[in-house]
């Protein structure tokens, strides 16, 4: 692993904690902000870049809640520090392409991360694994009115804040909730499984999909489907009401499988913790499945010697960034084999308990 150009409380911290929540891992919120005066980062020359990093960069110093954080310089990190980064994040740009001052200001105490010229000029964007709801929103809705005091933000009577994605236009909030949903897709006998209606101003969408567009995870994304025409208080208790939805039927129903013993599910515990122990190589989306089972095994109290916290950086946090070689080309070739080594090695003192 070659990441050395990242902080070192970065590589080496996690964001989960004991009190982090088994069925709601993670959550995001993230609201965009362009210049007046200024193209979209893709559209923009070097000089523009330059003068749009500087002017955010100076308001970030003049806001007293943020002189603990880091600025990291893109031109300055290798593309597998990059990579990390985003994962770690849970931020993926929508068409990200090297360009000349993009970068990230970090506040790992609070898991804040203000990207700066990557799709827009600045994303405020914070990682929330303690369930902290309005806490996490809170932040970054202070920081923007801090902003707002010395930053000229292109905004429209009729379209709201203007984004370089038309989708964002209008608050331009996206707020991501991401559930571990075994028990619905497992056992649900319904036939509306994930509680999909019509009229929901939400969305769901598994974590990985095949090519055929198959689901293929258990790990699913709640999001707002829209940001323009509704308040942001409004896309906050839209999202909010179905993860909570979603939460209850899914407890019900593990509740239900650890009085019933279900032999099918506990064997397909074992069989995943079998792979991941002991398999040579690893590929990307078997190892999801299979450690999003375990993940499921240590809720129900069938495997042991592991947290939960410890697995969902396991889930979520094997990026390839780990896998890339010192000269930094990733081992494709080897890549698979990587991964089942660093699973190997962090599975060592767990156990069933079947």
Not at 113 to 129: G, P, Q, R, Y
Request: aromatic share 10%; hydrophobic share 40%; charged share 25%.
């Amino acid at each position: 692993m070659s990441l050395t150009n990242l902080p070192k409380d970065l590589v080496e911290s996690s964001i989960w904690s004991a009190t982090s929540s088994s069925l709601w891992p993670a959550s995001t919120f993230s609201l965009r902000r362009n210049l007046q005066r200024f193209p979209f980062p893709m559209k923009q020359t070097a000089s523009q870049s330059e003068i749009v990093k500087n002017q955010i960069l100076k308001s970030i110093g003049q806001t007293p809640s943020l002189s603990e954080g880091i600025f990291l310089d893109f031109s300055k990190l290798t593309p597998g520090e990059k990579e990390f980064l985003f994962e770690y994040a849970f931020f993926r740009p929508e068409r990200f392409e090297d360009k000349p001052h993009q970068g990230v200001f970090i506040d790992l105490k609070n898991h804040l991360f203000l990207f700066i010229n990557i799709d827009d000029h600045l994303i405020i964007h914070v990682v929330d694994a303690q369930n902290l709801w309005h806490e996490s929103w809170n932040k970054v809705a202070e920081i923007e009115k801090e902003f707002s005091k010395s930053l000229d933000f292109a905004y429209s009577p009729r379209f709201g804040y203007l984004t370089s994605n038309l989708e964002h236009c209008g608050t331009a909030v996206t707020i991501k909730c991401y559930l571990q949903l075994t028990a619905l897709i497992e056992e649900s006998k319904s036939d509306n499984p994930l509680l999909i209606e019509e009229k929901d101003e939400v969305k769901l969408s598994p974590l990985s999909m095949s090519l055929e567009e198959k689901i293929e995870s258990d790990i699913f994304i709640v999001e707002n489907k829209f940001s323009l025409g509704f308040q942001e208080q409004l896309l906050l208790k839209q999202v909010y009401t179905k993860v909570n939805k979603l939460i209850h039927e899914e407890k019900n129903l593990r509740l239900k499988i650890a009085s019933s013993e279900s032999s099918d599910l506990k064997d397909l515990v074992a069989r995943c913790f079998g792979i991941l122990l002991h398999s040579y190589k690893l590929d990307e989306q078997e190892s999801l499945n299979a450690l999003s089972m375990i993940k499921f095994g240590i809720d129900l109290g069938w495997v042991e010697g592991l947290e939960d916290h410890q697995i969902n950086s396991l889930i979520f946090h094997t990026s390839k960034g780990l896998f890339f070689s010192e000269d930094q080309t990733p081992l494709e070739s080897n890549l698979a084999h990587q991964r089942a080594l660093y699973i190997h090695d962090h599975l060592k003192k767990a156990s069933l308990k079947i």
